[in-house]
């Protein structure tokens, strides 16, 4: 508009007719062409590719216009005048005939691909019509108005629930983002949020322990800006957000000071949910012990005001507002116990220290605070709600049952939304289906649903108890859970992931795929995001059916690549995953990494033709393959095709081909080198990649032909021992090592699906039976799990957090131990990091007291050597990477092995 303003302004002052008003039109068009061509300042790139193309013509339109200006008579006479109109018409058409074209050629190509897809699976439905003469992205909005509330209503009522376009609903939610390896958390809803998230709260954390008067920090109330005094989102990729040598400030947030509300009189029909709410000013430090919150009191601390609580106005508490304020559970206790200090007859923090503890899984505590709670305030029937829950938790079926009649009975009474009476019939109905009434569970479900379709809980209840009854009932199930799964969040989102997995795992569920929901097993994107949730809950069998049907849908997604090579490495069928990979990089010779495409690594990849385990065939290395020097920096586009070729190095490493490992690490050390990849999404294959890299530089002892082996089962830390020769019961042994990649203690306890364990049982079942198996786990428990934990409050202290981790570690060493007949040590968690070294040094004492009272188990001491004596720092002529240990270690290794064998 402005350049329009502009334009038409100066054409008015100087004149519509003369050649001034087409010139500098014309300039001022072209100029104005050449800054949004610069600028782009349309987000979609073909919408702005076509506004530059648009402004192109208005540009050639008003060179045209100065060229007709020239008269007739001017004309030299060699040129023939028929052929110059014939030009001059065909030149005016062809430039604004050119947007047009671009449109067609558009819908054009989606024509060709969308009936190229449909061939493959030939069928006919309304869906299917509209999408061939709209755009997909288009399609899909115009699917979700389609398909409503009373559509869902009237095909309960008829008793099929039926599902909108999967495909359609997986992509506009946004849902469908796969990383290239998950990281070791069991909820993965954002890995790249939660990483930002965590190294920020890792930062505050350390920040508040050398300033205690930064005690209120945390990120819920600090920004990021730049010099300019930008904010910068804390919620984007670091890489994104942050540009080299940028200057960046943390700055406090101006929070409102939260205001004191009274208790009030509800009158109908407001909602009990949204009950009142306030959020005290931190107070005095509080720590927890067996689950009953104590209050020290520190003179530099803030105290409650004792002269604002009386009998006729009380501080009410909302978790919600209490999490967001104060960041963790444990600190929203904090808060809590600090209130009762003061007084012990308010009823409201009692209730909201029951939804902490229910919420961290500890139901017995939440119901001792849930009871106090009415014991002090008998006539609010509002905690009837969570005291069913708490007693519904600890398996007091009948009573929770009557406190969610008397909670309903009191919303009726308040003439309460329907929404909240939904929440507790659909309570019920689980305590109904928990007591094996499974009946009346559905059709309590099923009411609900009648009323309102939508409802999350109703859905999830209906879709998991009707699903076992038919094939019918289990395709109509895993449609609701799909189409809850891009509806839903938080602790909701985690339960339909679980049953979804669970239902897709029994038998007929993936056959529901194949014949039923065609649309889903035709897209590479859905089966990609379903098959991420069934690795994450264990169903490790059907993930690759999943992942091996995306990858025939896009075989030329180096992104699906990867994540099928990991699945193989999780399933231990890791020469599949050397062949996937090789082949692969073979066939896209074409993708670029950097200023290398991938067909220069393909005459070193022609040269490994034999099973890679132990294979250290001399490999003929092209003498071009290594030098490279300008060999640039890997694009945030390429980070793929990188991170398979990073994995490619691991899987040759684990299995001991190390002369082929050894090929690769200079041209991909050259990519690797200053990147800042620890940063992306490549994290993980970078880690393991430059950890192998320093590794293989300390020479290897050549290996005999069918030695004899000690295995090492660990996460990373297997890398630095690994293909290692020592001395072991008089002879040579070489150290295999186990890799089960981000494994903790708390995945391998019983009842634990998270596919890491599968990994670490996977690579034990290569294992032969009595054989010398060296466990080192539970490194990344001290590094971020056991702290985590706590602050969730699913436990009391750093110390009860230890000893329940040992003892899952315990049983689970004993347990392998009966059934294979191992000889096990123990390796101790070596104190690299600093910032970790306390917990793992708590950690190791609490292990080695457990191992050495347990018969079977041989603890290793490595921790005299490696720490110094006086100061329990980290023994630098071991140090590697920061992370891991040097080889070097090794020699310790041995000698710790040879003294535990005295001891027996």
């Known amino acids: 508009m402005v350049r329009k303003v502009i334009l038409t302004s100066g054409l008015i002052l100087i004149g519509g007719e003369s050649r001034a008003y087409v010139g500098l039109a014309c300039v001022i068009s072209g100029l104005y062409g050449i800054l949004f061509a610069y600028v782009s300042p349309v987000e979609d790139p073909f919408e702005n590719k076509m506004m530059i193309i648009t402004l192109a013509v208005t ?17 030299p006479a060699s040129i023939d005048p028929y052929v ?48 061939m003469l709209l755009p997909l992205n288009d399609l899909q909005g115009e699917l979700r108005g389609l398909v409503g509330r009373n559509m869902m209503k009237q095909q309960l009522q008829s008793g099929r629930i039926g599902m909108p376009s999967v495909t359609g609903a997986v992509k506009d939610s946004g849902a469908v983002d796969f990383a290239l390896e998950e990281g070791d958390d069991e909820s993965q809803d954002s890995q790249r949020q939660q990483d930002n998230r965590q190294m920020m709260d890792i930062f505050f954390e350390a920040l508040k322990a050398n300033h205690a008067s930064l005690f209120e920090l945390n990120l819920e109330n600090l920004t990021l800006v730049n010099t300019r005094k930008s904010t910068l989102s804390l919620e984007q990729d670091v890489t994104s957000v942050v540009k080299d040598g940028m200057d960046l400030f943390v700055v406090l947030k101006q929070l409102p000071e939260p205001k004191e509300r009274r208790r009030i009189v509800m009158h109908p029909p407001v909602s009990l949910a949204s009950s009142i709410s306030s959020v005290h000013q931190k107070g005095p430090g509080m720590f927890v012990k067996n689950g009953e919150p104590t209050c020290t009191k ?43 200090s003061v007084d012990e007859e308010n009823s409201s923090p009692l209730s909201c220290l029951a939804k902490i503890y229910l919420e961290a899984g500890r139901p017995q505590i939440a119901l ?157 994107e859905s089966l990609m995001f379903i098959a991420d949730i069934l690795r994450e809950w264990g169903a490790l069998k059907e993930t690759l059916q999943l992942v091996l049907r995306a990858y025939e849908l896009s075989p030329h997604d180096p992104g699906i690549c990867l994540y099928l090579v990991h699945t193989y490495e999780i399933l231990s069928k890791h020469n599949e995953a050397f062949l996937e990979a090789r082949s692969f990089l073979i066939r896209n010779g074409n993708l670029q990494i950097g200023r290398v495409s991938c067909s220069h690594f393909i005459p070193v990849l022609q040269l490994i033709t034999e099973e890679i385990y132990l294979n250290n065939t001399t490999l ?29 190095v691991k899987i040759l490493f684990v299995k001991g081909a190390l002369n082929s490992t050894k090929a690769f690490i200079p041209v991909l050390d050259k990519l690797h080198k200053d990147r800042g990849l620890h940063l992306t999404l490549l994290r993980n294959e970078a880690a393991f990649f430059s950890c192998i890299s320093l590794v293989m530089e300390v020479p290897f002892s050549p290996l005999p032909q069918n030695p004899d082996f000690i295995y090492f089962a660990s996460d990373s830390h297997c890398i630095s021992p690994a293909w290692r020769t020592i001395n072991y019961q008089e002879k040579p042994h070489v150290i ?96 690299v990091l600093k910032e970790t070294r ?41 140090h590697l990477d920061g992370t891991h240990v040097h080889p070097k ?16």
């Open 368 to 524: 001792e605070y849930i009871e106090r709670a009415i014991h002090v305030n008998s006539t609010d029937s509002s905690l009837c709600f969570i005291h069913g829950n708490c007693l519904a938790a600890v398996g007091k079926l009948e009573e929770a049952s009557n406190a969610y009649v008397k909670y309903m009975s009191h919303l009726e009474s308040l003439g309460a939304s329907q929404h909240e009476i939904h929440d507790v019939q659909a309570a019920i109905a689980k305590v109904c289906a928990k007591s094996g009434n499974i009946k009346i569970a559905i059709d309590l479900f099923s009411n609900v649903l009648k009323e309102d379709s939508t409802h999350m809980e109703s859905l999830k209840g209906f879709a998991i108890h009707t699903a076992g009854t038919s094939q019918d009932d289990l395709q109509e199930a895993i449609v609701i859970l799909l189409s809850l799964l891009v509806q839903s969040g938080g602790q909701h989102q985690h339960d339909v992931r679980k049953e979804l997995a669970n239902l897709m795992s029994s038998p007929g569920g993936m056959g529901v795929f194949e014949d039923q929901l065609s649309e889903v097993w035709c897209t590479s």
């Open 59 to 75: 540009f050639v339109n008003l060179g045209i216009g100065a060229v007709s200006k020239i008269p007739k008579e001017n004309v």
């Open 620 to 648: 003929c290395i092209p003498p071009d393959f290594e030098n490279q020097e300008n060999i640039g920096k890997a694009l945030d586009s390429e980070f793929q095709q990188l991170g398979l070729l990073f994995t490619l």
């Open 298 to 340: 520190s003179s530099s601390e803030v105290e409650l005001n004792e002269s604002k609580i009386s009998e006729k106005t009380k501080t009410s508490f909302c978790l919600n507002d209490l999490r967001k304020k104060m960041g963790t559970l444990r600190n929203a206790a904090r808060i809590c116990a600090e209130a009762l």
């Open 736 to 831: 295999h090592p186990l890799l089960a990649t981000g494994v903790k203690i708390w995945h391998i306890r019983k009842g634990s699906s998270f596919y890491p364990k599968f990994a670490l049982l996977n690579a034990l079942k290569e294992v032969p039976n009595d054989s010398t198996v060296i466990f080192n786990i539970g490194e990344i428990d001290c590094r971020e799990g056991l702290l985590r934990a706590v602050d969730k409050c699913n436990y009391d202290s750093v110390e009860e957090a230890i000893e329940t981790i040992v003892s899952i570690y315990i049983d689970f060493l004993k347990e392998q131990n009966e059934r294979r007949g191992f000889v096990t040590f123990v390796h101790p968690i070596l104190p």
């Open 84 to 131: 110059d109109t014939v030009m001059f018409n065909l030149l005016v058409v062809g430039a604004n005939t050119l947007v047009i074209g671009l449109l067609v050629v558009q819908y054009s190509v989606y024509l060709y691909n969308f009936l190229k897809e449909w061939r493959k699976n030939p069928k006919w439905s309304m869906s299917c019509c509209l999408a």
């Open 838 to 878: 306390n917990v793992v040094l708590q950690f190791n004492e609490k292990l080695k007291e457990a191992v050495e009272s347990c018969s079977g188990l041989q603890w290793l001491e490595l921790l005299d050597v490696l720490l110094a004596k006086q100061t329990c720092e980290f023994n630098s002529e071991y």
């Open 889 to 904: 270690y090794v020699s310790l290794l041995e000698k710790a092995l040879k003294d535990s064998l005295k001891d027996v």
